[in-house]
């Protein structure tokens, strides 16, 4: 079983950036798939970025490609999300997820965490 405990959120300007920081309890964190998906207000919850076990291999939803960046620090049991040109569409709780698969559906997604918020102001 995996714990996640998600940090970093807060308000930004637009155009600022923000590293969202998520800490997995366990021994296995290293064996899982990791996720980032977000949930605006009033909206469905979306996948963002995912990466492999390895860290190798890292994908981005449309939305985010070429502003996001997903990585990983399996000796600190940690993932990352670097969002960089951030804009009001990007305001919501941001969800890290560990999976034993790879994939961009929640449902694939076992552990979730709590959420952090981010606001992103004009």
């Known amino acids: 079983q995996v714990q996640l405990v998600e940090s970093g959120g807060r308000l930004v300007q637009a155009g600022g950036s923000l590293r969202l920081s998520c800490a997995a309890s366990?021994?296995?964190?290293?064996?899982?798939?990791m996720g980032w998906f977000r949930q605006a207000p009033g909206k469905e919850r979306e996948f963002v970025s995912g990466i492999s076990p390895s860290g190798d291999n890292g994908y981005h939803a449309d939305a985010v490609k070429g502003r996001f960046t997903i990585s990983r620090d399996n000796a600190k049991n940690t993932v990352y999300l670097q969002m960089n040109s951030l804009n009001p569409e990007d305001t919501a709780v941001y969800y890290c997820?560990?999976?034993?698969?790879?994939?961009?559906?929640?449902?694939?997604?076992?552990?979730w965490g709590q959420g952090t918020l981010v606001t992103v102001s004009l």
């Open positions: 366990g021994r296995t964190f290293s064996r899982y798939t």
């Open positions: 997820a560990a999976s034993n698969k790879a994939g961009s559906e929640g449902y694939e997604y076992h552990y």
